[in-house]
Antibody
Framework: EVQLVESGGGLVQPGRSLRLSCTTS????????MTWVRQAPGKGLEWVGF??????????DYAASVKGRFSISRDDSKSVAYLQMNSLKTEDTAVYYC??????????WGQGTLVTVSS | QLVVTQSPSASASLGASVKLTCTLS???????IAWHQQQPEKGPRYLMK???????SKGDGIPDRFSGSSSGAERYLTISSLQSEDEADYYC?????????FGPGTKVTVL
């Protein structure tokens, strides 16, 4: 069974940084694009960004709301994806999910990690 | 610009069927979408991918009660023989080069 486990969430002050990790198993990580999605309290799902597999250049794309502040990377040797979040704002408070993609469709989800941005 | 829209809510009786709609924006009627379920206080779960021709491929362990179909720019999720555990939010997801989008979700209530 595909496993994705997020970690690294917590309470952080506005303007500070945080790095989330997504540790995966039971599939060939390097073959897949990985996506980050967030959900603010009581709200719907919001796409944050994704990273392509190395076969497609390993490049990234981001939602306008986080572009320039967030960055996604991957370590295929460890089967881990990362979300580096800088210059955090209170509106970034959300549960952050990592997800696996197949051809653009998210087809597996992690359980999520809560990030709270507050002074 | 790729956008997907969904009705905010739907309801049906226990054992009945409900059909949810996801509508793709103009110029994107040939796009596939994915459906995801989020039960209360849980993370999302992938249900299926629905293509423009109505064919669909479900995730592992998704019951036969869940099916997908298409008509024009609309993609559907039909839940038959509604169970109490089907009460959840259902999101459609679409994608294009460099972008992924989620619909606002449809809250399904089992009466």
């Amino acid at each position: 069974e595909v496993q994705l486990v997020e970690s690294g969430g917590g309470l952080v002050q506005p303007g500070r940084s945080l790095r989330l990790s997504c540790t995966t198993s039971e599939f060939t990580f390097g073959d897949y694009a990985m996506t980050w999605v967030r959900q603010a309290p009581g709200k719907g799902l919001e796409w944050v960004g994704f990273i392509r597999s190395k076969s497609y250049g390993g490049t990234t794309d981001y939602a306008a709301s986080v572009k320039g502040r967030f960055s996604i990377s991957r370590d295929d040797s460890k089967s881990v994806a990362y979300l580096q979040m800088n210059s955090l704002k209170t509106e970034d408070t959300a549960v952050y999910y990592c997800a696996r993609e197949t051809g653009g469709a998210v087809d597996s989800w992690g359980q999520g990690t809560l990030v709270t941005v507050s002074s | 610009q790729l956008v997907v829209t969904q009705s905010p809510s739907a309801s049906a009786s226990l054992g009945a069927s409900v059909k949810l709609t996801c509508t793709l924006s103009s110029g994107h009627s040939s796009y596939a979408i994915a459906w995801h379920q989020q039960q209360p206080e849980k993370g999302p779960r992938y249900l299926m991918k629905v293509n423009s021709d109505g064919s669909h491929s479900k995730g592992d362990g998704i019951p036969d009660r869940f099916s997908g179909s298409s008509s024009g720019a609309e993609r559907y999720l039909t839940i038959s023989s509604l169970q109490s555990e089907d009460e959840a939010d259902y999101y459609c997801q679409a994608w294009d080069t460099g972008i992924r989008v989620f619909g606002p979700g449809t809250k399904v209530t089992v009466l």
